[in-house]
């Protein structure tokens, strides 16, 4: 893929480090192969960041990617890179990655090729070294900034300790959560201060508040299957560039792999009885949310089949859950929030589908 050029000087900005775990190790045509690998998916996991704030450097077993737009965008790439490689067919490819916000030269290499240095790359690649494979950590300027982005924000996160570099430098980190957040409440405007003698007219609604907000928390449950916990945040992203919700449905299910994009587009499309009887009625007074439809033996049966996957605590998920779905699928879907690897949230929801 052809670098992106970000200008000459001084910046600040959010670099993903991303290495290809035991690269050095393999055959020269399997380096072939994992170099052609790497830049197919490293292309898709880029398209929604505007090619001019972002540039992206070889580093020969990996990439560097830095960002000068949203700090979101790295997050967006690296749980990309991480998702396609997890899913990736045949022999398993595992990925390490950092993310550090911080500043950076864009310079001429001696080859004439713009290249990146500076304190911002070089605390994302120790940051990156302290990875486990498929593992993304954060700095902590990069956390202080996404964390207070949104209040749900600070849910992808959890610490993970202080580690030192072979410089004796200490860095805290953080890791990026696979389980998905149990809140699924979307932050949005504060209502505007109304003066007795004059009250101001509304202002025209902007960015995810101008979608229902069950369309947008039906996208981001449903996104949550497929990709976890930075599912809300790409919602509400996407929701600032969409259209309406048809687009938005549509700029959403691009961050799905393709061979599930389909059977996405149909999840989210559906309008469910249940659901449809609790909106409100023509008359504009909303109807009493049905109760639960979701039989005892279908409980049972959830709870079987999420034990599976994560033992005991499935009883106590499954009680919960019951709560508040309104039929078998939404309970289902609620429960499979809680398998952490993807594969098996299919598994799961595939198994359940003679419940439902």
């Given at each position: 893929?052809e670098?992106?050029?970000?200008?000459s000087?001084?910046?600040?900005?959010?670099v993903?480090?991303?290495?290809?775990?035991?690269?050095?190790?393999e055959s020269?045509?399997?380096?072939?192969?994992?170099?052609?690998?790497?830049?197919?998916i490293?292309?898709?996991?880029?398209?929604?960041?505007?090619?001019a704030?972002?540039m992206?450097?070889?580093?020969?077993?990996?990439?560097?990617?830095c960002?000068?737009?949203?700090?979101?965008?790295?997050?967006?790439?690296?749980?990309?890179?991480?998702?396609?490689?997890l899913?990736?067919p045949?022999q398993?490819?595992?990925?390490?990655?950092?993310?550090?916000l911080?500043?950076?030269?864009?310079?001429k290499d001696i080859?004439?090729?713009?290249?990146?240095?500076?304190?911002?790359?070089?605390?994302?690649?120790?940051?990156?070294?302290?990875?486990?494979?498929?593992?993304?950590?954060?700095?902590?300027?990069?956390?202080e900034?996404?964390?207070?982005?949104?209040?749900?924000?600070?849910?992808?996160?959890?610490?993970?300790?202080l580690?030192?570099?072979?410089?004796?430098?200490?860095?805290?980190?953080?890791e990026?959560?696979?389980?998905?957040?149990?809140?699924r409440?979307?932050p949005?405007?504060?209502?505007?201060?109304?003066?007795?003698?004059?009250?101001?007219a509304?202002?025209?609604?902007t960015?995810?508040?101008?979608?229902?907000?069950?369309?947008?928390?039906?996208?981001?449950?449903?996104?949550?299957?497929e990709?976890?916990?930075?599912?809300?945040?790409?919602?509400?992203?996407?929701?600032?560039?969409?259209?309406?919700?048809?687009?938005?449905?549509?700029?959403?299910?691009?961050?799905?792999?393709?061979?599930?994009?389909?059977?996405?587009?149909g999840?989210?499309?559906?309008?469910?009885?249940?659901?449809?009887?609790a909106?409100?009625?023509?008359?504009?007074?909303?109807?009493?949310?049905?109760p639960?439809?979701?039989?005892?033996?279908?409980?049972?049966?959830?709870e079987?089949?999420l034990?599976?996957r994560i033992?005991?605590?499935?009883?106590?998920?499954?009680?919960?859950?019951?709560?508040?779905?309104?039929?078998?699928?939404?309970?289902?879907?609620?429960?499979?929030?809680?398998?952490?690897?993807?594969?098996?949230?299919?598994?799961?929801?595939?198994?359940?589908?003679?419940?439902?």
């Open positions: 893929m670098p992106t050029s970000l200008g000087g001084n910046r600040i900005c959010t993903v480090f991303v290495d290809i775990v035991q690269y050095s190790r020269v045509s399997r380096q072939a192969d994992l170099k052609t690998w790497f830049s197919e490293l292309t898709a996991a880029l398209q929604h960041a505007p090619a704030d972002r992206v450097v070889d580093t020969g077993d990996g990439a560097a990617l960002f000068l737009g949203d700090p979101e965008d790295a997050l967006f790439a690296a749980n990309a890179l991480r998702t396609r490689a899913e990736t045949g398993p490819v595992e990925l390490r990655l950092g993310i550090n911080g500043p950076v030269r864009v310079v080859n004439g090729h713009e290249n990146v240095i500076g304190d911002g790359i070089n605390v994302a690649q120790r940051v990156m070294s302290f990875a486990e494979p498929n593992q993304i950590l954060v700095s902590r300027s990069y956390y900034v996404v964390s207070r982005l949104a209040p749900d924000y600070g849910n992808l996160f959890q610490y993970a300790g580690h030192r570099d072979k410089h004796v430098r200490e860095h805290e980190v953080y990026v959560q696979m389980a998905p957040s149990v809140s409440t979307l949005g405007p504060a209502e505007p201060a109304a003066t007795p003698e004059e009250p101001p509304p202002p025209e609604p960015g995810a508040a101008r979608f229902d907000a069950a369309v947008l928390d039906r996208l981001a449950t449903a996104l949550a299957l990709i976890g916990p930075v599912a809300k945040l790409i919602v509400r992203r996407e929701a600032d560039r969409a259209a309406d919700a048809r687009a938005l449905a549509e700029r959403v299910a691009e961050h799905v792999p393709e061979e599930r994009r389909a059977g996405f587009m999840r989210v499309s559906e309008r469910p009885a249940a659901r449809a009887a909106e409100p009625a023509a008359g504009g007074v909303p109807a009493e949310r049905p639960r439809a979701v039989e005892p033996e279908v409980l049972s049966q959830a079987q089949l034990a599976r033992g005991p605590l499935a009883r106590i998920l499954v009680r919960q859950a019951a709560k508040h779905a309104a039929t078998s699928r939404e309970l289902f879907e609620s429960l499979a929030l809680h398998i952490e690897d993807a594969t098996g949230r299919q598994a799961f929801l595939a198994e359940a589908e003679r419940y439902t």
